[in-house]
Structures are given as C-alpha cells and as structure tokens.
C-alpha cells in the first residue's frame, strides 16, 4: 500500500496545471468525493479565518463532526495549513 501511495504523490506533484490537477481529479474521483475535498478544504479556510463552528456549519451546511475533523487535522497536521498558506498567499499577490 506504501508503495501505490508513493506513486499516487508522484503522481500528483507532476501535475504543472490547474487543467491537468482537474482531469487527474476527474479520471481518478467521483463527483462526491471531489465535492467532499472541496467543502473540506472550504471549512479548513473558513476556521482558518477564526470563524466559529455554528458561523462554519451555517455558511457550509456542514456537519459537527465533519467539522471538528477538519478543525482537528488544521491544528494538529500540516497539509491543510501548508495548503491554506499558499492559497492566502496567492490572493494577496492577485489582490496587489
């Protein structure tokens, strides 16, 4: 499992576009699992932004737990907020 792991990381840094990143996720994911990325990643920006749980679970529709999942991998992993950085950096570049 290591392994196909590896090479699905690979995989995914070789991508150089954002068109290529989206046939990749199409080919590889159905539409409800990139829709569930997607609303977790939104839920990760929005708690990064200090934003409660209730003010999260209103503008999203997400659940409590799905919540606190995310809110648990933002304080204690380091890919949503490597993510969430790079994402905040790049609008303030296009908001220049």
Do not use: W
């Amino acid at each position: 499992m290591e392994k196909e792991r590896d090479v699905l990381i690979k995989a995914l840094l070789s991508l150089k576009t954002p068109e290529e990143c989206e046939a990749l996720l199409d080919d590889m994911c159905t539409i409800k699992e990139i829709e569930d990325m997607s609303h977790r990643l939104m839920i990760a920006l929005l708690l990064a932004e200090r934003k409660t749980f209730i003010d999260v679970e209103k503008k999203t529709g997400a659940s409590s737990a799905t919540i606190s999942r995310v809110n648990k991998c933002l304080k204690h992993g380091t890919g949503y907020q490597t993510v969430i950085k790079r994402i905040l950096d790049d609008q303030d570049i296009e908001n220049q």
